[in-house]
């Protein structure tokens, strides 16, 4: 009898140790599924921690690509790669250090930040709820096409703040950008990914054969080649008084001074092609004094032209 006993208490235990070990992963997995769930418009998966890492870092090929559209990307804690885990490591934690850098607010700066790869492993930037700290592409393939960050590329976070090379990009509730800054422009071409600025007219809803993929911080100014700075223009319109405003603000900066620039998007109702612009650039002295202070206000509608010149 006490045997049995004995057993029935061995068994009772042995279940209650099993449903704990349940429970357990039941909410390990809650939280890898939950702790990214900011409504992304992208799947998201959570890496685990230090040794699947390093067997998945270690498998890692870098490839050039472009025109590539991903819905896939990998996030994990940045502490994995500043624990001097090899010198595979390395370049990512000193590219973790500088981005960490670019961020001016010390609650923006308190995280949890997360490391983000596309589904090529290749190392995207930085993700902290709803800001993504970031450089754009800059290295180009064999045919003269920038090679381009695919988190950039990819539908927008709502409600985020990008950082991306010294531009601040901020989106509204549905992921579109609303308001572009730049307190520094550099007077740099960085290059184009055709496939990437085409597809921008389908991908937000524009015209194709009516509309440009038009440029947010403009190409001469070292604006980025992927979706984060693309929006489906008037042909007219960006060939036209936006690139007069582009022009003006370049030669401000050939000529010295230093250019901030500032894009406010305008929508109607829930479209993802703008309706109109508010563009501005002012340029300043080595002083600090404001020398040029130049405005356009740019209708984007179907409709004939009504936009107003840039005034002083």
Request: hydrophobic residues 35%.
């Amino acid at each position: 009898m006490n045997k049995l006993n004995c057993k029935a208490n061995l068994n009772y235990f042995r279940k209650i140790r099993i449903a704990a070990k349940i429970s357990v992963i039941a909410c390990v997995a809650l939280i890898a599924c939950t702790s990214f769930n900011f409504n992304n418009p992208f799947i998201h998966t959570q890496l685990s921690k230090s040794q699947k890492i390093r067997e998945w870092w270690g498998n890692v090929v870098l490839v050039k690509y472009y025109k590539v559209n991903f819905s896939t990307f990998y996030f994990t804690d940045i502490s994995e790669f500043q624990n001097g885990y090899g010198q595979g490591y390395k370049y990512l934690a000193d590219s973790i250090r500088t981005l960490l850098t670019r961020v001016q607010s010390q609650r923006e700066k308190q995280g949890p930040w997360v490391a983000v790869f596309d589904n090529r492993k290749q190392f995207c930037g930085i993700l902290s709820e709803n800001i993504v700290v970031a450089d754009a592409g800059k290295n180009k393939t064999d045919k003269g096409q920038v090679i381009m960050n695919m988190f950039l590329n990819t539908l927008h976070l709502p409600t985020g703040h990008y950082i991306v090379d010294g531009i601040d990009y901020y989106t509204d509730n549905l992921g579109r950008i609303k308001k572009v800054y730049c307190s520094n422009v550099i007077l740099r071409g960085r290059g184009r990914n055709r496939g990437s600025q085409h597809y921008s007219v389908i991908f937000k809803d524009g015209h194709p054969g009516l509309d440009d993929a038009g440029h947010l911080i403009p190409q001469q100014l070292y604006g980025p080649t992927e979706q984060i700075n693309y929006v489906p223009q008037k042909k007219a319109l960006n060939e036209g008084k936006i690139r007069t405003l582009e022009i003006k603000a370049a030669k401000a900066k050939r000529m010295g001074y230093k250019v901030s620039y500032e894009i406010h998007i305008l929508y109607r109702g829930e479209e993802k092609r703008p309706c109109g612009f508010e563009n501005n650039f002012k340029s300043y002295d080595n002083t600090g004094k404001i020398v040029q202070n130049v405005s356009g206000i740019f209708d984007n509608t179907p409709a004939p032209e009504r936009e107003n010149s840039p005034s002083r």
